[in-house]
């Protein structure tokens, strides 16, 4: 196109994300950002292309393809905190009941955490946040009523589809069946032990509830108790028609047949499961908790589709009016919508979703290693292929690599660092450490390696790698929580909480202390030898040797920062806290000239290529942006 996607930057500054349809499935990521440049850098990044007929700005642009463009995806909704329930209203608007009182909707705030929510098709919402039940006109958004539960804990609601009955599971083994015109309970029922969920067919002929018992209780004109799970219950669901039940807990979901108690189908879901859904029609049902969202089909059980995407546990699941998509709610805060009908979407295998680490590039720029579950994988840095897989029966917890390329080392759960030739695999040496290690760096010539770390008493030790022993040990009061090595090697860098020590690298005496508050992230300047440290008071650059601060940036723009790296030139320092946002700045600068976020809860690790490349992780994956 002629003038490139500078309408899309006039789109997004004139209209917003909302107002941009084109946008609609990563509006979550689209909010206010430095610079302001950043935010059609943002979408260009999300939509595959190049942000090309801009404005001149330091941009970053994709270089590798994103890990986390999820298949199914149409949207993503920010909800105020944490969701722990999700309803949908006849028209398709969402209703979520969230942690810390929050209810994403019309209605009014809950005084405490919402446990339950759920919507008739006539209007009437009852939600509860564990002391009462609360019934509201969606309409309006009025409270109506509000039942108190005294000396017990209301865990979940299930409202009839004429809005007349409510049912209430308490925590103290009952179910309450309450007149929603008067707010009377009608019935009490037994239900085991802590009941957590509670369902309710269309007419009200039936009710069930489950929890702590692992067993399924229903009446129907008598009550029954049926077993299947063999674990805590998190989650039940009617049918529309009330012909079938849904329960989810163990790593599986069930259907059962609610009239005789027989089941019908077996959902092997994979993860535990917290919460499912059928589809308006009752021909599908979705399960969701720990892992991807799956749905099925409600009869046979059969996988019809997995989407894959929520950063964290997923505890609230609904389907829409016309059954096109299926909304989960998870602990970050996340409400996604997934295109059911999507024929692009495959029915998937029982295979989970990767959990990304920390990640370390080679010096000459030829590959990027990376902690993917428990082992180490190598990448082809130009193409993104997978070199190799290097695995050990505990798992990696930190990386280093040697600046001339020699070896790549892991730091293991196990206490060993196993240090090996990223060019064939072969393991090269296999030290053991003291201790846990939370902080791993390797001497800029290669020929040692600094572990350490601890928990109320700290430790660090050298590794000669050549000689093949420990060169030293010491023993700081407290914990070591990250490393640094100078340029030359002569001086290494111990974090603590409110210090850092400056130790000799080939004895390890202690040279000297900064003083520093909250230390949480540390590198060295590789062209001036400064060291960068960034904390509670901000980020500073030290001269290591006499302790002088030779520079600073008030802010960081990203929270607490627990990664950072500078520019192979030196002239620029990338950083990343705990959200999703990577921030580039010129040294010394309080603004940064480039940002990106990736759809993740974080970012884990931030490194550079030589040839001024970033490569970051996130949860999802590996990511690779070209600075322009």
């Keep these: 196109m002629a003038d490139g996607w500078r309408w899309l930057d006039d789109a997004l500054r004139e209209r917003g994300p909302a107002g941009v349809p084109e946008v609609a499935a990563f509006a979550q990521l689209l909010g206010p950002v430095e610079p302001a440049s950043a935010l059609v850098d943002i979408a260009c990044s999300r939509l595959g292309v190049a942000p090309g007929g801009l404005p001149p700005a330091r941009r970053l642009v994709n270089r590798w393809p994103l890990p986390d463009v999820f298949p199914g995806l149409r949207r993503v909704i920010r909800a105020p905190a944490a969701v ?11 209703v979520a009941g969230c942690s810390y009182g929050h209810v994403l909707g019309r209605l009014a705030r809950h005084p405490d955490r919402v446990a339950g929510v759920a919507v008739s098709a006539t209007g009437l919402v009852a939600s509860t946040s564990g002391e009462s039940v609360r019934l509201s006109d969606l309409r309006t958004g009025a409270l109506l009523r509000e039942v108190p539960v005294v000396e017990a804990v209301c865990t979940d609601v299930a409202v009839t589809a004429d809005g007349s009955l409510v049912a209430a599971s308490i925590n103290r083994g009952e179910v309450w069946l309450l007149d929603a015109a008067t707010g009377e309970v009608r019935e009490r029922f037994a239900a085991g032990t802590l009941p957590q969920a509670v369902a309710v067919s269309p007419d009200g002929t039936w009710v069930a509830a489950a929890g702590f018992d692992y067993d399924i209780h229903l009446w129907n004109g008598v009550s029954t108790v049926h077993d299947g799970h063999s674990d805590v219950v998190y989650a039940l669901a009617a049918s529309p028609d009330g012909a079938l039940l849904a329960s989810g807990g163990d790593r599986s979901g069930i259907v059962w047949d609610p009239r005789t108690g027989r089941r019908v189908a077996t959902l092997e879901h994979g993860a535990d499961v917290h919460a499912v859904a059928f589809s308006p029609d009752g ?13 099925w089909d409600a009869r046979s059980g059969a996988r019809v589709r997995t989407f894959r995407g929520n950063h964290r546990a997923v505890w609230g699941l609904a389907f829409g009016p016309s059954g096109e998509w299926v909304a989960s709610g998870c602990d970050a805060g996340d409400v996604r919508l997934w295109t059911v009908e999507d024929r692009s979407v495959r029915p998937g295998g029982t295979a989970r979703r990767s959990r990304w680490g920390g990640a370390v590039a080679a010096a000459d720029g030829t590959w990027i290693a990376a902690i993917r579950d428990d082992a180490v994988e190598l990448r082809d840095a130009a193409t993104a292929q997978r070199l190799r897989t290097l695995r050990h029966d505990a798992s990696a917890l930190i990386l280093a690599a040697a600046r001339n390329g020699a070896w790549l080392a892991a730091a293991h759960t196990d206490r060993t660092i196993r240090v090996h030739d990223p060019h064939d695999g072969r393991l090269l040496h296999n030290p053991t450490a003291g201790g846990r290690a939370a902080a791993l760096a390797a001497a800029p010539d290669g020929t040692w390696l600094l572990v350490a770390g601890g928990h109320s008493d700290g430790w660090a030790e050298a590794h000669d790698l050549t000689a093949g022993e420990l060169r030293w040990r010491i023993t700081p009061p407290t914990r070591v929580q990250g490393t640094a090595i100078g340029r030359d090697g002569t001086w290494c860098a111990l974090v603590h909480e409110d ?16 003083d520093t508050t909250g230390t949480s992230a540390v590198t060295v300047d590789p062209c001036t030898d400064l060291l960068v440290t960034a904390g509670a008071d901000g980020v500073r650059h030290w001269d290591a040797e006499s302790g002088a601060v030779r520079g600073r940036v008030a802010r960081s723009g990203v929270g607490r920062v627990h990664a950072m790296a500078v520019s192979p030139d030196g002239s620029l320092l990338a950083m990343a806290g705990w959200t999703n946002e990577l921030r580039v700045h010129e040294i010394g600068a309080d603004r940064p000239v480039a940002a990106m976020r990736v759809d993740a809860t974080w970012v884990n690790t931030v490194c550079w290529l030589p040839d001024g490349a970033l490569c970051v992780t996130a949860d999802p994956g590996i990511y690779v942006f070209t600075l322009t």
């Design 283 to 295: 021909r599908l049902v979705a399960t969701a908790g720990d892992g991807p969202v799956r749905v």
């Design 84 to 94: 722990r329930s999700l309803a949908v209203t006849p028209d398709g608007e969402l």
């Design 499 to 514: 210090r850092i020590s400056i130790v000799d690298g080939t004895t390890g005496a202690l040279r000297h202390t900064l």
